[in-house]
Protein backbone atom coordinates (compact mmCIF):
# COMPACT_ATOMS: atom_id res chain seq x y z
CA UNK A 1 0.00 0.00 0.00
CA UNK A 2 3.06 2.40 -0.11
CA UNK A 3 1.48 3.81 -3.72
CA UNK A 4 -1.08 5.76 -1.92
CA UNK A 5 -0.51 9.00 -0.27
CA UNK A 6 0.33 9.52 3.41
CA UNK A 7 -2.54 8.58 5.37
CA UNK A 8 -4.62 6.41 2.42
CA UNK A 9 -2.17 3.36 3.57
CA UNK A 10 -3.98 3.61 6.77
CA UNK A 11 -7.37 4.47 5.61
CA UNK A 12 -7.10 1.33 3.33
CA UNK A 13 -5.83 -0.62 6.42
CA UNK A 14 -9.05 0.46 8.03
CA UNK A 15 -11.09 -0.06 5.17
CA UNK A 16 -10.30 -3.84 4.91
CA UNK A 17 -10.83 -4.61 8.55
CA UNK A 18 -13.85 -2.59 8.90
CA UNK A 19 -15.43 -4.56 5.64
CA UNK A 20 -13.84 -7.55 7.36
CA UNK A 21 -15.34 -8.22 10.79
CA UNK A 22 -18.40 -9.52 8.75
CA UNK A 23 -19.03 -13.39 9.17
CA UNK A 24 -16.38 -14.93 6.55
CA UNK A 25 -19.07 -17.62 5.76
CA UNK A 26 -21.20 -14.46 4.29
CA UNK A 27 -18.97 -14.01 1.52
CA UNK A 28 -19.38 -10.49 2.05
CA UNK A 29 -17.28 -7.24 2.20
CA UNK A 30 -13.85 -9.65 3.07
CA UNK A 31 -10.49 -8.48 1.69
CA UNK A 32 -9.48 -11.55 -0.57
CA UNK A 33 -5.63 -12.33 -0.61
CA UNK A 34 -4.52 -14.32 -3.71
CA UNK A 35 -1.23 -16.46 -4.28
CA UNK A 36 -0.90 -15.09 -8.14
CA UNK A 37 1.49 -17.72 -8.97
CA UNK A 38 -1.07 -20.78 -7.64
CA UNK A 39 -2.76 -22.73 -10.38
CA UNK A 40 -6.27 -23.68 -9.24
CA UNK A 41 -8.06 -26.71 -10.12
CA UNK A 42 -10.90 -26.65 -13.38
CA UNK A 43 -14.32 -27.45 -11.88
CA UNK A 44 -17.40 -27.63 -14.12
CA UNK A 45 -20.32 -25.56 -12.50
CA UNK A 46 -23.61 -25.29 -13.63
CA UNK A 47 -24.63 -21.46 -14.22
CA UNK A 48 -28.31 -22.41 -12.68
CA UNK A 49 -26.39 -23.42 -9.24
CA UNK A 50 -24.86 -19.32 -9.84
CA UNK A 51 -27.96 -17.31 -10.69
CA UNK A 52 -31.05 -16.98 -11.97
CA UNK A 53 -31.09 -17.78 -15.64
CA UNK A 54 -33.29 -15.61 -18.27
CA UNK A 55 -32.62 -15.54 -22.35
CA UNK A 56 -33.08 -12.34 -23.94
CA UNK A 57 -33.46 -12.51 -28.02
CA UNK A 58 -33.03 -8.80 -30.06
CA UNK A 59 -35.79 -7.65 -32.01
CA UNK A 60 -34.03 -7.70 -35.47
CA UNK A 61 -35.31 -5.69 -38.76
CA UNK A 62 -33.14 -3.89 -41.59
CA UNK A 63 -32.53 -1.01 -38.96
CA UNK A 64 -31.60 -3.36 -35.65
CA UNK A 65 -28.83 -5.70 -37.09
CA UNK A 66 -26.76 -5.71 -33.92
CA UNK A 67 -23.18 -5.78 -34.41
CA UNK A 68 -21.58 -6.14 -30.76
CA UNK A 69 -23.52 -5.67 -27.28
CA UNK A 70 -22.61 -3.24 -25.05
CA UNK A 71 -24.69 -3.52 -22.34
CA UNK A 72 -27.46 -5.38 -20.53
CA UNK A 73 -29.60 -3.52 -17.15
CA UNK A 74 -32.88 -4.11 -16.10
CA UNK A 75 -33.85 -1.08 -17.61
CA UNK A 76 -33.05 -0.98 -21.01
CA UNK A 77 -30.18 -3.00 -23.54
CA UNK A 78 -28.15 -1.62 -25.28
CA UNK A 79 -25.98 -2.12 -28.51
CA UNK A 80 -24.01 -1.30 -31.15
CA UNK A 81 -25.79 -1.23 -34.88
CA UNK A 82 -24.30 -0.48 -38.63
CA UNK A 83 -22.77 2.45 -39.58
CA UNK A 84 -21.76 3.08 -35.58
CA UNK A 85 -25.47 4.02 -34.69
CA UNK A 86 -26.27 3.12 -31.48
CA UNK A 87 -29.55 0.57 -30.73
CA UNK A 88 -31.19 1.76 -27.59
CA UNK A 89 -33.80 -1.91 -26.64
CA UNK A 90 -36.34 -2.17 -24.26
CA UNK A 91 -35.62 -4.49 -21.06
CA UNK A 92 -37.00 -7.41 -23.07
CA UNK A 93 -35.46 -6.96 -26.20
CA UNK A 94 -39.03 -6.58 -27.74
CA UNK A 95 -38.60 -3.33 -29.37
CA UNK A 96 -36.30 -0.01 -29.64
CA UNK A 97 -37.01 2.64 -27.37
CA UNK A 98 -34.31 5.16 -28.44
CA UNK A 99 -31.62 5.32 -31.44
CA UNK A 100 -28.52 7.58 -31.85
CA UNK A 101 -27.25 7.93 -35.32
CA UNK A 102 -25.01 10.55 -35.72
CA UNK A 103 -21.49 9.45 -37.33
CA UNK A 104 -20.01 11.88 -39.22
CA UNK A 105 -17.28 14.76 -39.05
CA UNK A 106 -20.07 17.96 -37.88
CA UNK A 107 -19.79 19.45 -34.79
CA UNK A 108 -22.56 17.59 -32.93
CA UNK A 109 -21.41 14.11 -34.66
CA UNK A 110 -18.84 11.40 -33.69
CA UNK A 111 -16.80 10.02 -36.11
CA UNK A 112 -15.23 6.98 -34.01
CA UNK A 113 -16.94 5.22 -30.63
CA UNK A 114 -13.91 4.40 -28.70
CA UNK A 115 -16.78 3.44 -26.11
CA UNK A 116 -20.25 4.32 -24.95
CA UNK A 117 -21.93 4.56 -22.23
CA UNK A 118 -25.93 4.68 -21.66
CA UNK A 119 -27.58 6.64 -18.49
CA UNK A 120 -31.00 4.65 -18.35
CA UNK A 121 -31.76 7.41 -15.21
CA UNK A 122 -30.81 10.64 -17.25
CA UNK A 123 -32.07 9.32 -20.70
CA UNK A 124 -28.63 10.06 -21.73
CA UNK A 125 -25.55 8.43 -24.07
CA UNK A 126 -22.00 9.16 -23.50
CA UNK A 127 -20.14 8.30 -26.70
CA UNK A 128 -16.27 8.61 -25.67
CA UNK A 129 -14.43 9.40 -28.87
CA UNK A 130 -10.95 7.65 -29.34
CA UNK A 131 -8.80 10.18 -28.41
CA UNK A 132 -10.94 13.18 -28.63
CA UNK A 133 -14.01 14.11 -26.53
CA UNK A 134 -16.99 12.63 -25.20
CA UNK A 135 -20.21 13.94 -26.57
CA UNK A 136 -23.64 13.49 -24.99
CA UNK A 137 -27.17 13.02 -26.71
CA UNK A 138 -30.55 12.17 -25.76
CA UNK A 139 -32.26 9.04 -26.52
CA UNK A 140 -33.97 10.53 -29.59
CA UNK A 141 -30.07 11.36 -30.94
CA UNK A 142 -30.34 14.82 -30.61
CA UNK A 143 -27.23 16.30 -29.70
CA UNK A 144 -26.82 17.73 -25.97
CA UNK A 145 -23.26 19.04 -25.27
CA UNK A 146 -19.68 17.98 -25.65
CA UNK A 147 -17.36 17.26 -22.39
CA UNK A 148 -13.53 17.09 -22.46
CA UNK A 149 -12.86 18.98 -25.83
CA UNK A 150 -10.39 18.25 -27.79
CA UNK A 151 -8.72 15.95 -25.09
CA UNK A 152 -5.49 13.66 -26.62
CA UNK A 153 -5.94 11.01 -24.29
CA UNK A 154 -7.79 7.20 -24.43
CA UNK A 155 -9.83 7.23 -21.16
CA UNK A 156 -11.44 4.21 -19.53
CA UNK A 157 -14.35 5.35 -17.37
CA UNK A 158 -17.02 3.75 -14.63
CA UNK A 159 -20.29 5.26 -13.94
CA UNK A 160 -20.45 6.23 -10.23
CA UNK A 161 -23.64 7.24 -8.58
CA UNK A 162 -25.50 9.42 -10.48
CA UNK A 163 -23.59 12.44 -11.61
CA UNK A 164 -20.08 11.69 -12.11
CA UNK A 165 -17.41 8.83 -13.64
CA UNK A 166 -14.29 7.75 -12.00
CA UNK A 167 -12.06 7.83 -15.46
CA UNK A 168 -8.08 7.51 -16.11
CA UNK A 169 -6.03 7.64 -19.13
CA UNK A 170 -4.36 4.55 -20.82
CA UNK A 171 -1.55 2.88 -18.71
CA UNK A 172 0.82 4.14 -21.39
CA UNK A 173 0.34 7.58 -20.35
CA UNK A 174 0.76 7.61 -16.87
CA UNK A 175 3.64 8.92 -15.31
CA UNK A 176 5.26 8.11 -12.17
CA UNK A 177 4.58 9.89 -8.96
CA UNK A 178 1.24 11.06 -10.99
CA UNK A 179 -2.38 10.97 -9.78
CA UNK A 180 -4.13 9.21 -13.13
CA UNK A 181 -7.56 9.43 -11.69
CA UNK A 182 -10.42 11.94 -11.46
CA UNK A 183 -13.91 12.15 -11.10
CA UNK A 184 -15.44 13.51 -14.04
CA UNK A 185 -19.06 14.97 -14.08
CA UNK A 186 -21.56 13.99 -16.13
CA UNK A 187 -23.33 17.27 -16.40
CA UNK A 188 -20.05 19.65 -17.29
CA UNK A 189 -17.16 17.89 -17.56
CA UNK A 190 -15.72 19.18 -14.86
CA UNK A 191 -12.33 16.83 -13.61
CA UNK A 192 -11.42 17.02 -9.78
CA UNK A 193 -8.53 14.61 -9.02
CA UNK A 194 -8.49 12.00 -6.87
CA UNK A 195 -5.72 13.37 -4.70
CA UNK A 196 -5.48 9.78 -2.22
CA UNK A 197 -4.36 7.51 -4.64
CA UNK A 198 -0.67 8.23 -6.18
CA UNK A 199 0.87 5.67 -8.53
CA UNK A 200 4.71 5.53 -7.94
CA UNK A 201 5.90 3.18 -10.14
CA UNK A 202 4.88 1.97 -13.51
CA UNK A 203 3.78 -1.81 -14.00
CA UNK A 204 4.13 -3.56 -17.51
CA UNK A 205 3.35 -7.28 -19.13
CA UNK A 206 6.84 -7.23 -20.79
CA UNK A 207 7.08 -8.68 -24.30
CA UNK A 208 10.33 -9.66 -26.03
CA UNK A 209 10.48 -10.26 -29.52
CA UNK A 210 12.12 -12.27 -31.26
CA UNK A 211 12.36 -11.14 -35.28
CA UNK A 212 13.34 -13.77 -38.09
CA UNK A 213 16.50 -11.64 -38.49
CA UNK A 214 17.89 -12.86 -34.90
CA UNK A 215 17.30 -9.43 -33.82
CA UNK A 216 15.52 -8.77 -30.09
CA UNK A 217 13.15 -5.93 -29.44
CA UNK A 218 11.11 -5.00 -26.39
CA UNK A 219 6.78 -4.12 -25.60
CA UNK A 220 5.30 -3.28 -22.51
CA UNK A 221 1.82 -3.98 -22.48
CA UNK A 222 -0.83 -3.07 -19.78
CA UNK A 223 -3.33 -4.65 -17.42
CA UNK A 224 -6.00 -2.65 -17.20
CA UNK A 225 -6.36 0.00 -14.77
CA UNK A 226 -10.00 0.78 -13.94
CA UNK A 227 -12.79 -1.77 -14.27
CA UNK A 228 -16.13 -0.94 -15.54
CA UNK A 229 -19.51 -2.15 -14.42
CA UNK A 230 -22.48 -0.16 -15.54
CA UNK A 231 -22.91 1.31 -12.27
CA UNK A 232 -19.33 0.34 -10.07
CA UNK A 233 -16.20 1.32 -10.86
CA UNK A 234 -12.92 -0.29 -9.86
CA UNK A 235 -9.31 0.66 -9.37
CA UNK A 236 -6.90 -1.77 -10.46
CA UNK A 237 -3.77 -0.59 -11.42
CA UNK A 238 -1.13 -3.12 -9.90
CA UNK A 239 0.69 -0.55 -8.84
CA UNK A 240 -1.86 -0.09 -6.05
CA UNK A 241 -1.15 -3.60 -4.71
CA UNK A 242 -5.01 -3.56 -3.62
CA UNK A 243 -8.05 -3.69 -6.40
CA UNK A 244 -10.38 -0.85 -4.63
CA UNK A 245 -14.32 -0.44 -5.28
CA UNK A 246 -15.40 3.26 -5.62
CA UNK A 247 -18.51 3.78 -4.06
CA UNK A 248 -21.39 6.03 -4.50
CA UNK A 249 -20.35 8.30 -1.60
CA UNK A 250 -16.48 8.17 -3.08
CA UNK A 251 -15.46 5.95 -0.15
CA UNK A 252 -13.63 3.35 -1.20
CA UNK A 253 -13.53 -0.52 -0.26
CA UNK A 254 -10.38 -2.79 -0.22
CA UNK A 255 -11.66 -6.07 -2.46
CA UNK A 256 -8.70 -8.41 -3.04
CA UNK A 257 -4.73 -8.07 -3.04
CA UNK A 258 -2.03 -10.23 -4.49
CA UNK A 259 -0.51 -12.09 -1.77
CA UNK A 260 2.95 -10.84 -3.04
CA UNK A 261 3.48 -7.16 -4.33
CA UNK A 262 4.77 -7.21 -8.38
CA UNK A 263 6.42 -3.94 -7.01
CA UNK A 264 8.90 -6.46 -4.29
CA UNK A 265 8.76 -9.50 -6.81
CA UNK A 266 9.12 -8.82 -10.63
CA UNK A 267 8.29 -11.82 -11.75
CA UNK A 268 5.36 -12.25 -9.89
CA UNK A 269 2.19 -12.47 -12.38
CA UNK A 270 -0.22 -9.56 -11.98
CA UNK A 271 -3.52 -9.83 -10.90
CA UNK A 272 -6.22 -8.64 -13.72
CA UNK A 273 -9.69 -7.97 -12.05
CA UNK A 274 -12.45 -9.01 -13.86
CA UNK A 275 -15.38 -8.34 -12.14
CA UNK A 276 -17.06 -9.18 -8.80
CA UNK A 277 -20.68 -10.08 -6.88
CA UNK A 278 -21.89 -10.48 -3.35
CA UNK A 279 -20.39 -14.27 -3.66
CA UNK A 280 -18.00 -14.25 -6.74
CA UNK A 281 -15.27 -12.72 -7.94
CA UNK A 282 -13.11 -13.31 -11.16
CA UNK A 283 -9.34 -12.45 -11.84
CA UNK A 284 -6.42 -13.56 -14.32
CA UNK A 285 -2.85 -13.68 -13.85
CA UNK A 286 -0.86 -12.33 -16.52
CA UNK A 287 3.03 -14.14 -16.61
CA UNK A 288 4.98 -10.67 -16.21
CA UNK A 289 7.50 -11.65 -19.14
CA UNK A 290 6.49 -13.05 -22.49
CA UNK A 291 8.83 -14.05 -25.24
CA UNK A 292 6.83 -13.98 -28.25
CA UNK A 293 8.18 -14.77 -32.21
CA UNK A 294 6.95 -11.73 -34.77
CA UNK A 295 6.37 -14.36 -37.49
CA UNK A 296 3.49 -15.53 -35.08
CA UNK A 297 2.26 -12.24 -34.43
CA UNK A 298 2.39 -11.23 -38.09
CA UNK A 299 0.28 -14.35 -39.06
CA UNK A 300 -2.33 -14.00 -36.13
CA UNK A 301 -0.86 -16.38 -33.54
CA UNK A 302 -0.65 -14.78 -30.06
CA UNK A 303 0.33 -16.37 -26.37
CA UNK A 304 -1.97 -18.01 -24.38
CA UNK A 305 -4.70 -16.13 -22.77
CA UNK A 306 -4.31 -17.30 -18.92
CA UNK A 307 -7.45 -18.93 -17.29
CA UNK A 308 -10.17 -17.08 -16.08
CA UNK A 309 -10.25 -17.93 -12.13
CA UNK A 310 -13.55 -17.65 -9.72
CA UNK A 311 -13.49 -17.50 -6.20
CA UNK A 312 -16.51 -18.03 -4.28
CA UNK A 313 -17.07 -16.34 -0.96
CA UNK A 314 -18.92 -18.71 0.79
CA UNK A 315 -16.42 -21.74 0.72
CA UNK A 316 -13.47 -19.38 0.25
CA UNK A 317 -12.42 -21.48 -2.77
CA UNK A 318 -10.38 -20.48 -5.99
CA UNK A 319 -11.24 -22.72 -8.89
CA UNK A 320 -11.19 -22.24 -12.88
CA UNK A 321 -14.48 -22.68 -14.10
CA UNK A 322 -15.87 -25.15 -16.75
CA UNK A 323 -19.87 -23.37 -17.18
CA UNK A 324 -22.39 -26.28 -17.95
CA UNK A 325 -25.81 -25.08 -19.38
CA UNK A 326 -28.61 -27.23 -17.73
CA UNK A 327 -31.01 -26.40 -20.28
CA UNK A 328 -28.95 -28.08 -23.29
CA UNK A 329 -28.88 -32.13 -22.76
CA UNK A 330 -25.62 -32.54 -24.73
CA UNK A 331 -23.04 -30.35 -21.90
CA UNK A 332 -19.72 -30.04 -24.30
CA UNK A 333 -21.57 -28.08 -26.70
CA UNK A 334 -22.50 -25.43 -24.01
CA UNK A 335 -19.21 -24.64 -21.94
CA UNK A 336 -17.73 -21.73 -21.46
CA UNK A 337 -14.52 -20.29 -19.31
CA UNK A 338 -16.05 -16.71 -19.34
CA UNK A 339 -18.84 -14.36 -18.25
CA UNK A 340 -18.96 -11.29 -18.95
CA UNK A 341 -19.58 -8.67 -15.98
CA UNK A 342 -18.46 -5.38 -17.88
CA UNK A 343 -21.69 -4.74 -19.05
CA UNK A 344 -23.85 -5.31 -16.98
CA UNK A 345 -24.73 -4.10 -13.28
CA UNK A 346 -23.38 -4.95 -10.06
CA UNK A 347 -24.81 -8.50 -9.56
CA UNK A 348 -25.40 -9.73 -12.66
CA UNK A 349 -23.43 -11.63 -15.54
CA UNK A 350 -24.19 -11.90 -19.24
CA UNK A 351 -23.33 -14.69 -21.98
CA UNK A 352 -24.19 -14.84 -25.59
CA UNK A 353 -25.38 -17.11 -28.35
CA UNK A 354 -25.54 -16.99 -31.10
CA UNK A 355 -28.63 -18.02 -33.56
CA UNK A 356 -27.44 -20.41 -35.70
CA UNK A 357 -25.92 -22.96 -32.95
CA UNK A 358 -28.83 -22.58 -30.85
CA UNK A 359 -31.17 -23.68 -34.02
CA UNK A 360 -28.57 -26.41 -34.76
CA UNK A 361 -29.00 -27.13 -31.18
CA UNK A 362 -33.05 -27.28 -31.42
CA UNK A 363 -32.83 -29.67 -34.41
CA UNK A 364 -30.61 -32.37 -32.66
CA UNK A 365 -33.04 -32.61 -29.82
CA UNK A 366 -30.21 -30.94 -27.26
CA UNK A 367 -32.80 -28.08 -25.92
CA UNK A 368 -34.85 -29.25 -22.67
CA UNK A 369 -36.30 -25.97 -21.44
CA UNK A 370 -39.64 -25.38 -23.22
CA UNK A 371 -39.86 -21.87 -22.81
CA UNK A 372 -36.26 -21.83 -24.81
CA UNK A 373 -36.98 -24.08 -27.49
CA UNK A 374 -40.35 -22.10 -27.86
CA UNK A 375 -37.60 -19.14 -28.50
CA UNK A 376 -35.23 -20.69 -30.96
CA UNK A 377 -38.33 -22.04 -32.60
CA UNK A 378 -38.61 -17.54 -33.49
CA UNK A 379 -34.93 -17.06 -34.86
CA UNK A 380 -33.60 -17.65 -38.28
CA UNK A 381 -29.55 -17.69 -38.88
CA UNK A 382 -29.73 -14.12 -39.60
CA UNK A 383 -31.24 -13.21 -36.42
CA UNK A 384 -29.73 -11.03 -33.66
CA UNK A 385 -27.70 -13.06 -30.64
CA UNK A 386 -30.07 -13.93 -27.36
CA UNK A 387 -28.52 -12.44 -24.91
CA UNK A 388 -28.46 -15.32 -21.56
CA UNK A 389 -28.41 -12.83 -18.38
CA UNK A 390 -27.19 -13.92 -15.08
CA UNK A 391 -28.66 -13.00 -11.76
CA UNK A 392 -26.23 -14.05 -9.35
CA UNK A 393 -27.48 -15.74 -6.18
CA UNK A 394 -26.81 -13.88 -2.53
CA UNK A 395 -24.53 -15.73 -0.55
CA UNK A 396 -27.70 -17.13 1.57
CA UNK A 397 -28.61 -19.11 -1.56
CA UNK A 398 -31.33 -17.05 -3.21
Same mark, same amino acid.
Given at each position: MKTLVTGFCLFGIVLSLCFGCTNSSSGKGDLIVVDTKANFPEKEICIQDLADVSYIP???? !??? =?????????? /???????? #? #?????? +???GKALQGMVSRNGEGPEEYSGICDYFVDWKRKEVFVFQDFRSVKVYDFQGRFLRELLANNRSRLAFASVGVS???? +???????? +?????????????? #?VDTLDAVTVNEQIFINRKILW???????? #??????????????????PSLDTVFQVLPDWSMKAVVMPAVSPRKDKNV? @?? /??? *??? !????????????? +????????? *???????SVNMYDFRTGEWCVPKYVNRDFSSESCYLSQYISLFAVPYGYGM?? @????? =??????? *???? $? !??? $?? =???? @?????????????????? *??
Open positions: LYIS !DST =LVLRIFSVTP /DGIAAEGE #K #KCILLF +TPDDFVC +TYSNNEMQ +TGSRPYFRFSKETG #KDDGRETQA #KGGVNCLFSMMDAGFLTNP @LL /DFL *GAS !DSYLWAQFHVRHV +TVRMSDMMA *GRREDSPMT @LGAPE =LIEAREA *GEVV $N !DEL $NQ =LISS @LDEESNPVIVLLKFKSAS *GR
